[in-house]
């Protein structure tokens, strides 16, 4: 690594093998430590004096609960974050563990180059213009006359039988079997029968036609002989079963994960960039038996949802869950959408479906039994949809921006007029209204 390339790195991880392991990669690359400590022990703001370049994380549940106070300094975009499985780096060692420096060093500064030292090129790969040879151009020029001759010279080492091919001379007309002769030499057909006897008929069978929902129909069977008379074939409880099966299709509706019943309305809260910091706030100050669902949308790049369903339940007085398709929501629930997990507007009542349309739901939602919030990172294409579903009565409050990480969505919605609130007083208006 030339002098140009030196990060800036803090490290954070238990003290154990682990740890001087990824030390160890880290000086091997020629990486800078400007921090090295337990998460548990130190706070942000440690690590931010540091002023590191990259934050290497060692992964164990020990620390988990430790990492949810590094959330400023692990969202800062000038900060490049890695992750690695403490256990996997206690393990590498030799060959594995120098793969893996290299590895490191490839994501710290930004390359591809991965490959050991002293590697040298090779010059057969390199690209050239043009189409690549035929196989009809590449053997233009080949005799077809060497092989021939090694056929003839091959085929005389072939197995040798009655009806093995010898060249046109007396000698070899000799060894010619007849094949009239052969033939009337063989065993009669009748005598290669084996004297199975034919088993008895059986009776006709009666299938079943099988449906969705198992409703007996009498059939009458198809008449049997007398020789044969039919069974019909005995059901799961030792009686005769019926001879055709029908099934009806019944709609399913949706049912609420906890069997509660359907609340009209609900509180859709957006969020993006510094957004989990404020939904900890609201859902710390909501009370347990608040009458509304409260259903969350929050990007993430990873995917990690129930890592953040966790945190949130970590601070929320009600159940946090992960929103799932064919059920509704219910009151005193807070459910996190998935990125393939949408809502739609039953009767007033909203439920899960599989990629529903946000922008449709929020036009139908019962406008006095609803409210959206903008949070940190909103997207600002939902502030036209919840302005919308204000002018005709429900809540609808942004972010203030004081502690806003990105407000652009609460300036949208201040520019037509609508409320800013702190994360806090969003929670004591809900409350008010909803109890």
Not at 14 to 36: C, F, H, Q, T
Not at 121 to 147: C, K, V
Not at 205 to 218: G, K, R, S, Y
Not at 247 to 254: I, M, N, R, V, Y
Request: hydrophobic fraction near 45%; charged fraction near 25%.
């Amino acid at each position: 690594m030339s002098a140009n390339e030196v990060k800036r790195v803090a490290l954070l991880a238990r003290s154990g093998p682990a740890r001087e392991r990824l030390r160890s990669a880290l000086n091997e690359v020629g990486a800078d430590i400007v921090l090295e400590d337990d998460p548990a022990a130190i706070d942000a703001q440690t690590v931010t004096d540091a002023a590191p370049e990259v934050v290497l994380v060692a992964l164990e549940p020990a620390i988990e609960d430790s990492l949810a106070r590094f959330d400023a300094v692990l969202d800062d975009p000038a900060i490049a974050v890695l992750f690695e499985e403490a256990e996997l780096a206690a393990r590498r060692d030799g060959w594995e563990a120098r793969r893996w420096a290299r590895h490191l060093a490839a994501k710290i500064n930004g390359h591809d180059d991965v490959l050991p030292p002293g590697r040298e090129e090779d010059a057969s790969l390199a690209l050239e213009p043009g189409l690549p040879p035929t196989p009809a151009q590449m053997h233009a020029d080949a005799a077809i006359e060497p092989h021939v001759h090694e056929a003839v010279d091959r085929a005389w080492e072939l197995p040798d039988d009655d009806f093995a091919y010898r060249p046109p001379s007396a000698a070899a007309q000799s060894a010619v079997v007849d094949a009239d002769d052969w033939l009337r030499g063989a065993a009669p057909k009748e005598e290669l029968r084996a004297e199975t006897p034919l088993p008895p008929p059986r009776p006709p069978a009666i299938e079943p036609v099988w449906d969705l929902a198992l409703e007996p129909v009498t059939t009458e069977p198809a008449p049997s002989s007398p020789a044969s008379p039919s069974v019909p074939p005995s059901s799961l409880d030792g009686n005769p079963a019926p001879s055709k099966w029908e099934l009806s299709l019944e709609p399913l509706e949706p049912t609420a994960a906890g069997g509660g019943p359907r609340t009209p309305g609900a509180v859709l809260v957006f969020a993006g960039i510094g957004g989990p910091d404020a939904i900890r706030k609201l859902l710390a100050e909501l009370p347990p038996d608040f009458g509304r669902p409260l259903v969350i949308h929050l990007k993430l790049d990873g995917g990690r949802y129930d890592n953040l369903v966790r945190q949130m339940a970590r601070v929320s007085t009600m159940p946090v869950m992960l929103a799932e398709a064919g059920h509704a929501a219910e009151a005193a629930h807070v459910y996190v959408l998935p990125g393939d997990v949408g809502i739609g507007v039953e009767q007033d009542a909203i439920d899960f479906r599989a990629h529903g349309e946000l922008e449709t739901a929020i036009a139908q939602l019962p406008p006095r039994d609803s409210a959206v919030l903008l949070l940190s990172g909103s997207d600002s294409q939902w502030v036209n949809a919840a302005w919308a579903l204000n002018a005709q009565g429900a809540w609808v409050a942004a972010q203030a921006p004081e502690g806003c990480y990105d407000p652009t969505a609460s300036h949208a919605l201040a520019a037509r007029g609508g409320t800013l609130a702190t994360p806090v007083e969003m929670a004591r208006q809900l409350a008010e209204r909803w109890i």
